[in-house]
């Protein structure tokens, strides 16, 4: 109740009447319409998993956080910046949570801390992977026991600071959180351990699950009249050099949240020696458009022809080591687009509810989610820093102009603050509306009625 409470009283939309809960609706049905003929059982999966957790939901609902902040509204905190057209205009990840930040350890490569989902990047306001990421990491405190509003405070401060910082030039050590440099190790010992080749492979095969476990997740025979596969690993075979050899492919279901329902392969090949040595794994997902973001100016069609081309080009401005995978590639073949990642236990992904189990056996501190926020934050500073504008500008000087045209660092830091606050109270309420809806027309949320 205090919830729906204070969220009236920050000015809060919410869906109080039949037109809002139109609204409500027709975001999440533009968002996912193509699932309900493709893959509507996954959609369902994905739905109860946005139902049971808030953090799920913030995940799989960014199409409504966007919509807001499209709306006009008298009551919602204005920001004092994006005062330039640049600024509106630089390269963002989009949708910048703490669970799209990995520990990329590749032994052929420097060990570096990305945004490595770009699924949801595009050109646009560079304010908005800021205050998405602030929300983010208070709907990420509200899964720690204990973390109340003055946690929370501390960790986006912390985070805001972190970027603020990475922006103006200053370098950050990923190691002076405790959480990444555990994410490291784990990184380098389980990926020399072939940990995830070796529980997903066996007598040079992908293991099949017989059927999906009862969240729907699993890996599966493709089916005879699936050609996608090749075509896909053909792609990814032409754009790499040396020899690629495919030994077997399998689907995947239950990964991710937001692209649940999409099309993913797995990959076991090789470089062409007969024993195991140089057997790999590899991921091909499905690559859709990303959001329209409100408050770009003047935005320029026609910068990328297809989506596989636009996140493969957007590593270049988005990650601090463009080849963190040397196998992350985009493919576009028969009008279908998809990104390749590999699939290794070099690479570890931040988990909150790993962080939440070891916060509740208090194996973790407010210290510890502090530090972890100012990595986040000095991460996004550092690729938004370097990043350029459609017109060429560097991001770092776009960013601290236009931070000191509305009023300086510490105008900066209240408003994120202040806004990260607004729209965790605005998300929960939408939590609430979306719990309500399946409470009253199923998983699929009515959506067949359209």
Known sequence: MLTFLFANLMGCTCADSSSESDWYLERLYQDNWRYLTTSPQQLAFKFQAMHDSSYDFMRGSLVLYLGHRARVSQERQATRFLQSAEATLLPIVGDAHP???????EPSQETTLEFVDLDASDHGPWLLDVQRAAMALRIFGDQLNGCTMECQDTAVRSFSEGYL???QGNLFNVTDSQILQDLIEEGQEEGAGRKKYNKYVADGLIQRDEELDEAGKGIVSISSDDRMHSKVFAEFSRQRAGTERLLDAARRYGMGVSSRPAIRYVFLWDEGSDG???DRL??????????LYPGRINYPTGIFENNAQRVKSLTEELWINSNSDPNYKGVFVDGMAFKTVTWSSYFQSIDVEKIQEDWNEEELVQEDIVDLSQMIGASLGRIHSTAQSIEGGIGG??????IQAGGGRDVFHEEILQMSREEQLQLHYDHAWFQQRIKEKGLLLGMFNQ
């Open 165 to 167: 910082q990475a922006v």
């Open 397 to 402: 000087e776009i960013i601290t102009a236009d």
């Open 276 to 278: 195991p040595e140089d």
């Open 282 to 291: 590899m991921l091909a997902r499905e690559v859709f458009d990303p959001p």
């Open 99 to 105: 669970e799209n930040v990995t520990i990329c350890a």
